[in-house]
């Protein structure tokens, strides 16, 4: 496999890679690893089973190994790290940023986070225990403390021969921050404006006192949503008395609005967000256990419900072949609304003052929605059926479940809000069992009522 590693997709390049690795040409996959961006490389190790894994891991540079660790999602590094003697971890996180160093550190197993600590010089040591003193999720713990400061005494020219001087901008800098002597914000100058101004003109001239500021407890959604809202491409973290402690660049924001993807589209499936696709195969079925468990829980509630009516289901055989139609019209009715409302709720738009208003108008869609299905299948049970009373049956069982639905699908999100349960990991599984229930109950008790 002499032949050079071509520059296709990235798709393409990991899939010739594989396949040197299959034929045991490692000298080449060497070459041809350093030869890709950290975080194509990353990418490979996140799509290959745990040998191959580890064997692309050791033939990496260990220079190269930090660049590759702030790329790795947290399963796939946590496991790469377990396997790492903890001298090697250090020199690997020496560099990193501080906002990337806070999320390596805070993901790992405390036992593991306590030798790489130890391991640490007393200036490292300090650096990682600031980077973790802040909550997770906020915007402490996202920033970055990699910022370049100005004074407003000082000239253009002074500003731009000290660039010069450095050599270079922090990483996605658009903006620069003028401090006091305290290091307390008094407002930003763009990067931008110091190219085009006066030489002579001194910073306090342009500079933009009116600069929005993020402070440093605030959660990282909401961080998210200011940068949506207002097009920021970075912005100043401060504490509660002004003081300058870093800054949140677009890329940060980008990776939270991708977790935050990936959590609502997992947590529907009753999965851990970080999942490795090529995690052990007993690790995998422990987790998913957990949820398959909850809803074998509902799934014998549903059952005990339908118990209840046995009798009744002997009796009138066709019923037994209705029942699953007015749970399964509520259940999609209800996870409609879930769905929206948890969405809602994570973009901010969902607050207490209008969330009395968004449960009224659930529960009226439920009603019209109720009623506009209820005649439809109450029409084709007397026809396919010849039997008027037992399309009135399903009919009303229907709409008496749509409202619920909708009333479930718009209070449940809320209420575990409050009860600091994540909606989307557990909503859809309640959410569920209730349409189950009230739509089994709705249906075989209005039978028993009016045809046995």
Do not use: C
Request: proline share 3%.
């Amino acid at each position: 496999m002499e032949e050079t590693l071509e520059a296709n997709s990235v798709q393409s390049q990991l899939q010739y890679i594989a396949q040197a690795m299959s034929d045991g040409t490692f000298v080449h996959v060497r070459k041809l690893l350093h030869e890709l961006p950290p975080s194509d490389v990353a990418l490979l190790l996140e799509s290959s089973p745990n040998k191959s894994r580890q064997e692309l891991w050791e033939l990496l540079d260990a220079d190269f190994h930090g660049d590759v660790l702030e790329e790795l999602s947290e399963d796939v590094r946590n496991g790469v790290i377990a396997k790492m003697v903890p001298s090697s971890v250090v020199d690997a996180l020496e560099d990193m940023d501080t906002d990337d160093l806070a999320e390596t550190l805070s993901t790992l197993p405390d036992t593991v986070l306590q030798s790489i600590l130890k391991s640490m010089d007393a200036q490292d040591r300090q650096r990682a225990e600031k980077a973790l003193s802040y909550g997770e999720e906020t915007a402490g713990f996202i920033m970055n403390t990699d910022t370049m400061t100005l004074r407003a005494d000082v000239t253009v020219d002074v500003v731009l021969r000290y660039i010069r001087l450095k050599g270079e901008l922090p990483e996605n800098t658009d903006e620069l921050y003028v401090v006091d002597r305290e290091d307390v914000l008094i407002g930003t100058v763009k990067v931008t404006k110091l190219l085009i101004t006066d030489p002579d003109t001194g910073v306090a001239e342009i500079t933009d006192e009116e600069a929005e500021t993020i402070p440093v407890e605030m959660p990282e959604s909401e961080v998210a949503s200011m940068f949506e809202r207002y097009d920021w491409l970075s912005a100043p973290v401060v504490d509660e008395n002004g003081i300058l402690l870093g800054r949140i660049t677009i890329d940060d924001v980008v990776d939270i609005i991708r977790e935050d993807a990936e959590h609502s589209m997992m947590s529907m499936a009753g999965l851990d967000d970080e999942e490795d696709t090529f995690a052990p195969v007993g690790q995998s079925t422990q987790r998913r256990s957990i949820w398959l468990g909850v809803n074998l829980v509902t799934a014998l509630l549903a059952a005990a419900v339908s118990d209840m009516f046995e009798a009744t289901l002997s009796q009138l055989a066709v019923l037994a072949i209705l029942n699953t139609i007015v749970p399964s019209m509520g259940g999609v009715a209800g996870n409609q609304t879930l769905t929206l409302v948890i969405r809602g709720m994570a973009l901010g738009h969902v607050t207490q003052g209008n969330q009395w208003w968004l449960i009224r108008k659930e529960l009226a869609i439920g009603f019209l929605n109720g009623m506009i299905w209820a005649i439809l299948i109450a029409s084709v049970i007397a026809i396919w059926k010849q039997d008027y009373i037992l399309g009135g049956v399903i009919a009303f069982a229907m709409m008496m479940n749509m409202i619920a639905a909708g009333l479930a699908g718009a209070t449940l999100p809320l209420i575990m809000k409050r009860l600091k349960i994540d909606p989307a990991l557990a909503g859809s599984v309640i959410l569920t069992t209730i349409t189950d229930v009230v739509g089994i109950f709705a249906f075989l008790g209005t039978a028993t009522l009016f045809l046995i």
